[in-house]
């Protein structure tokens, strides 16, 4: 059997501590993920420095166990490679210099990954024959982004939030409605027994034209629909079950036809056949559905990242890395983070 290319991949952008193995940009051999929701749970967001300290106590364990799972030991990887952008600084540093030691250690190259490019990957992975060129479509907590990729490595910024990304969205529309922290899975579930149509809140397309996206107002019209134009209710405790739920399912519905029409506009315009959907957003079971009725309609193929691809983790990062090491792209030691 001829040698395959074995890549340790390491993602400490956010709030997941990861690691993985994946052979020849396709074969994952282990993917273990950390999260840190507990951590953050009480003060309904990511607290950067809790953050930064907890892959701090977890990145040699966590790289330990993926390595024990694909039963490889270290000096059988080919590289290593590390998040060093975009994400909280604190939190890059972590996990990119935990990859920097691994490489150095072992004598191995060092692979920096953008983690929004990492993203679109884990949509190809999770593909049986990924087709290029493609437009993919990022939806996270922290980003709202449309690419158009010619091949992994070359992605073009199509279009991206003037504001908050559509999981942050999410993450504050449940905190208004008291639902549990992350948001996102709290309001997919609680959609499902409520009418999307039951409200009607604006969908914002800034210029119909524009590939850009913002979601700051739609978070607001529904705090002024919960809470009245004055705020003058301190919460959402006088809504029944049945009304929240038309809340989130109205809400929901909002968020899903902007980032469906603007994701097929992008692959018009483009001319693009292929539509890749990622980030921990992409795991909404209505988003998946209206997705996947919308582009049956449209002729479009979609590609989907699968459930465990869509949050963060590191086989994305380890897959796409393989594709810079083919190419003999590698960081150097002294490799920096950036936060944007
Ligand atoms: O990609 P990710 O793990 O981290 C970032 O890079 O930001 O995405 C996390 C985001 C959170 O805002 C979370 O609420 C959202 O993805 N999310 C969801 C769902 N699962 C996670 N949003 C809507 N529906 C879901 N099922
Ligand atoms: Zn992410």
């Not at 749970?41 to 790289?63: C, D």
């Not at 890059?92 to 990954?113: D, M, Q, R």
């Amino acid at each position: 059997m001829s040698q395959r290319d074995i890549i340790l991949g390491i993602e400490s952008s956010c709030d997941e501590t990861a690691a993985s193995l994946v052979a020849d940009g396709r074969d994952v051999l282990s993917s273990v993920v950390a999260s840190q929701d507990d951590l953050h749970a009480k003060f309904r967001g990511v607290v950067p420095e809790i953050a930064s300290r907890a892959h701090l106590e977890r990145v040699n364990l966590i790289v330990g166990q993926a390595l024990e799972r694909a039963a490889v030991a270290l000096p059988e990887i080919a590289a290593v490679a590390g998040v060093n952008s975009p994400g909280l600084v604190g939190c890059l540093l972590i996990g990119f210099t935990a990859a920097k030691t691994y490489a150095w250690s072992v004598g191995k190259p060092l692979i920096a990954v953008n983690h929004l490019h990492a993203h679109a990957y884990g949509a190809i992975l999770s593909a049986e024959q990924p087709e290029m060129p493609a437009v993919a479509l990022i939806v996270s907590g922290g980003h709202t982004s449309l690419f158009h990729l010619q091949t992994p490595l070359q992605l073009e910024l199509l279009g991206r939030t003037q504001d908050d990304a559509a999981g942050e969205a999410f993450d504050k529309v449940a905190t208004i409605l008291g639902l549990p922290y992350p948001g996102g899975p709290a309001i997919d579930k609680l959609a499902r027994q409520g009418d999307p149509a039951a409200i009607d809140f604006p969908r914002i397309y800034l210029d119909r034209e524009s590939l850009d996206f913002s979601f700051s107002g739609l978070k607001t019209a529904v705090l002024y629909h919960v809470r009245g134009k004055r705020l003058e209710r301190p919460d959402a405790s006088h809504l029944s079950d049945c009304q929240k739920a038309d809340v989130a399912a109205s809400f929901q519905a909002a968020v899903v036809d902007v980032l469906i029409d603007k994701s097929v506009l992008a692959c018009r315009r483009r001319r693009a056949e292929t539509l890749l959907v990622g980030g921990g957003v992409a795991a909404n079971s209505y988003l998946r559905r209206r997705m996947a009725e919308r582009c049956q309609n449209e002729g479009l193929r979609l590609v989907l990242a699968d459930r465990s691809m869509c949050t963060d983790n590191a086989a994305m990062v380890a897959g796409l890395a393989w594709h810079k090491y083919r190419r003999g792209d590698f960081a150097a030691l002294d490799e920096q983070v950036i936060s944007t």
